[in-house]
T-cell receptor
Framework: GAVVSQHPSWVICKSGTSVKIECRSLDFQATTMFWYRQFPKQSLMLMATSNEGSKATYEQGVEKDKFLINHASLTLSTLTVTSAHPEDSSFYIC?????????????FGPGTRLLVL | DQQVKQNSPSLSVQEGRISILNCDYTNSMFDYFLWYKKYPAEGPTFLISISSIKDKNEDGRFTVFLNKSAKHLSLHIVPSQPGDSAVYFCAARGGGYNFNKFYFGSGTKLNVKP
C-alpha cells in the first residue's frame, strides 16, 4: 500500500511553455500533498504544501504564480510550472500523507525530471 | 541555513559489514525523524523512523539511534548488502505548527562492495 504516482516521469519543453505534473495517491486518500524540488547532489527542498480544497502554502522564496498548485481531490494534486525557463530544470518530487494512517511518514512519488531548453 | 545535515556525502562498506550513516540537526523542536532510501531518478522510499521520545528503533537489519542531547541520529545497517547501495536521506519533522513540514539532509551515498 501507500503508492504515489507521478506523471509524466520526464518532460522536455521549450522555454516559455507551461508544464503540468500530476501527483496521485493510488491506494489511499491524501488531504495533504507536498511538492519538492531536488537539484543535483543536493537535498530535497520543500516548495509547497498542497491542501485538498484550499490554497496551497508556499515556502519562502517560491513564486506561487510561477508554480501553480491545484489539489482538487483527495487523490490528486497538480503542479504547473508556468512560462518555464532553463533555470526551472530540475527533479520535482511529490509526496503525500495517508490521512487514515497513524504513521507520520510521507510517501513519495517517483519524481518528474523537467528539462527546459 | 540547513537545519538537517549529513556531513558525509559518501560511504563505502564491504558486504557483510556494518554501515553507519550519520545525521545532525539543529532545531530542538523536531519531534520525529525518518530515514529514506533513494535510487537515481526515483523518489525516496521510506525506510525507518523514530519518535523524539525514543532513543532506538529497530527493523530487521536497520536500526536508528537518536541522541537528543547531541542532536544526532544515525542509521545502522547490519549486515550490509550490495542492494543497499543507494543515497540515504535523513529527515526531521518540524514540531508544533510545522508538524507537516519535513526537513531533509543532503544525503549520503552508500556503496556496498561485494
Amino acid at each position: 500500500g501507500a503508492v504515489v504516482s507521478q506523471h509524466p516521469s520526464w518532460v522536455i519543453c521549450k522555454s516559455g511553455t507551461s508544464v503540468k505534473i500530476e501527483c496521485r495517491s493510488l491506494d489511499f486518500q491524501a488531504t495533504t500533498m507536498f511538492w519538492y524540488r531536488q537539484f543535483p547532489k543536493q537535498s530535497l527542498m520543500l516548495m509547497a504544501t498542497s491542501n485538498e480544497g484550499s490554497k496551497a502554502t508556499y515556502e519562502q522564496g517560491v513564486e506561487k504564480d510561477k508554480f501553480l498548485i491545484n489539489h482538487a481531490s483527495l487523490t490528486l494534486s497538480t503542479l504547473t510550472v508556468t512560462s518555464a525557463h532553463p533555470e526551472d530544470s530540475s527533479f520535482y518530487i511529490c509526496s503525500a500523507r495517508d490521512t487514515q494512517r497513524l504513521a507520520e511518514t510521507q510517501y513519495f512519488g517517483p519524481g518528474t525530471r523537467l528539462l527546459v531548453l | 541555513d540547513q537545519q538537517v545535515k549529513q556531513n558525509s556525502p559518501s560511504l563505502s562498506v564491504q558486504e557483510g559489514r556494518i554501515s553507519i550513516l550519520n545525521c545532525d540537526y539543529t532545531n530542538s523542536m523536531f519531534d520525529y525523524f525518518l530515514w529514506y532510501k533513494k535510487y537515481p531518478a526515483e523518489g525516496p522510499t521510506f525506510l525507518i523512523s523514530i519518535s523524539s521520545i525514543k532513543d532506538k528503533n529497530e527493523d530487521g537489519r536497520f536500526t536508528v539511534f537518536l541522541n537528543k542531547s547531541a542532536k544526532h541520529l544515525s542509521l545502522h545497517i547490519v549486515p550490509s548488502q550490495p542492494g543497499d547501495s543507494a543515497v540515504y536521506f535523513c529527515a526531521a519533522r518540524g514540531g508544533g505548527y510545522n508538524f507537516n513540514k519535513f526537513y531533509f539532509g543532503s544525503g549520503t551515498k552508500l556503496n556496498v562492495k561485494p
